[in-house]
């Protein structure tokens, strides 16, 4: 047992800290939270002298296998060295304090075994396995006049999607993924940045396809999540059932109210563009997704406020690929822009644990939880740039209870 005592609290869901709380841990969980003394013998008891304690990060849009930020030679990577690559990626999030991230294309089961028996430091991870694209949609990487049939081997780890047309083979498609271990099945809604022929207005998939997606994850008791960057593939994808909208840069006020009635979350992604915009072309990233950039970089922040003002649930994500992923925590910066401090960790804490169906275990502190905690020096709800970095102003980092950094002493 371990008690942390005299932290300055932030739990991911108010607007202030509360002082003066003690923590007690058992096991991998949380067993009491208290602004009062807790007394236990058995505990091992570290006195945090007012220091700030808040939930384990989550990020909810990351690709811990894109390890090339030219995504064609990703996939055309071994297996093996792509899985041992990201090994190093995962190791930095954690590193980061982000004890929790939700892979949105690439990732499989495989992965998650290995992070479950502790083979290596990492964070819990949630999978889609490969994203599923239709015929030139964002999944598809052929070039405009490559006319082999899409393989690859959809197996291979640094492929992020498959194709599929149809709505038997997308059926398929969702339930051979699900059955593969998916938590949650990723669609391409619209056109996209790294793939070389579909602007980024194109709509991806009919409606018909998408529908049948959508039942098969219902049916399985799990979501579907989409790429998609325009009101009208926002619109299109939350009225055939899809639950988290990713990216969503250029939402408008109407469709943000969609989203809002319909309860679909958002998980904008905005720091992937910078990072694209400054490094992607000398990291390999082909001339014509370096032309696409623009079209969706400059509205970021316009949509975090349509998607605030209409009610809309934000998580945190950062989207970013290969040597880019050092990057990951400057999301919060770039948020703070425009959104308060409060709301800006909760993306990372509790409202993530929503759109991951963990509310009370993870994004919290509280009795029952898991214990995924950070010991901050400073306060981030005066400046969310303590968070930012490698981690540096994070004096200790537990996920389930064991530390895998502690600099207290």
């Known amino acids: 047992m371990l008690l942390f005592r005299n932290a300055r609290l932030i739990d991911g869901t108010s607007k202030t800290a509360a002082p003066g709380t003690d923590v007690l841990i058992e096991g991998g969980t949380i067993r009491e939270v208290s602004g009062k003394p807790i007394k236990s013998r058995a505990a091992q008891t570290i006195d945090l002298r007012g220091k700030t304690l808040m939930p384990g990060l989550i990020d909810c ?27 190093e990626v995962m190791s930095g999030m954690l590193m980061r304090g982000f004890t929790t991230v939700r892979d949105a294309s690439g990732a499989d089961f495989g992965l998650n ?25 964002h999944g598809d990487l052929r070039g405009r006049f490559d006319d082999r049939d899409f393989c690859l081997c959809h197996a291979r780890v640094g492929l992020l999607a498959r194709v599929a047309d149809g709505v038997d083979a997308v059926r398929k498609a969702a339930r051979e993924e699900i059955k593969g271990g998916a938590d949650f099945i990723k669609i391409m809604a619209s056109g996209g940045v790294a793939s070389p022929t579909d602007p980024i207005d194109f709509l991806g998939y009919s409606r018909d396809e998408i529908e049948a997606i959508v039942e098969e994850c219902a049916n399985s008791k799990t979501y579907v999540a989409a790429h998609a ?11 055939c059932g899809v639950r988290t909208i990713e990216h969503g ?40 997704s370096v032309a696409k950039i623009e079209n969706v970089r400059g509205a970021g922040l316009r949509s975090l406020e349509i998607f605030r003002k209409a009610g809309v649930k934000m998580a945190f994500g950062s989207d970013l690929l290969g040597e880019m992923h050092r990057h990951q925590s400057t999301e919060f910066a770039i948020r703070a822009r425009v959104l308060p401090a409060h709301e800006v960790i909760a993306s990372a804490t509790s409202v993530a ?6 509310e009370g275990k993870l994004g919290a502190i509280a009795p029952g939880a898991f214990a995924d905690l ?17 981690g540096e102003r994070l004096l200790a980092i537990m996920k389930g209870g064991a530390f895998v950094k502690n600099a207290l002493a």
């Open 61 to 87: 849009h990351v690709h811990v296998v894109a390890t090339m930020a030219n995504l064609a030679r990703n996939a055309a990577m071994p297996t093996s060295f792509q899985a041992l690559k990201s090994v």
């Open 113 to 137: 075994m290995a992070v479950d028996e502790g083979l290596f430091r990492a964070p819990r991870l949630f999978i889609s396995g490969k994203s599923l694209s239709q015929t030139g949609g």
């Open 229 to 239: 960057y325009t009101a009208e593939a926002i619109a299109r994808a939350v009225e």
């Open 249 to 288: 840069n250029l939402v408008d006020a109407a469709t943000a109210k969609l989203m809002a009635r319909k309860g679909a979350f958002a998980v904008p992604t905005l720091v992937t563009y910078d990072a694209l915009a400054n490094e992607g072309a000398a990291l390999g990233l082909p001339p014509e």
């Open 353 to 358: 644990a929503e759109l991951l169906r963990m």
């Open 374 to 390: 950070l010991v901050v020096d400073g306060d981030p709800l005066k400046d969310v740039g303590v968070l930012t970095g490698q």
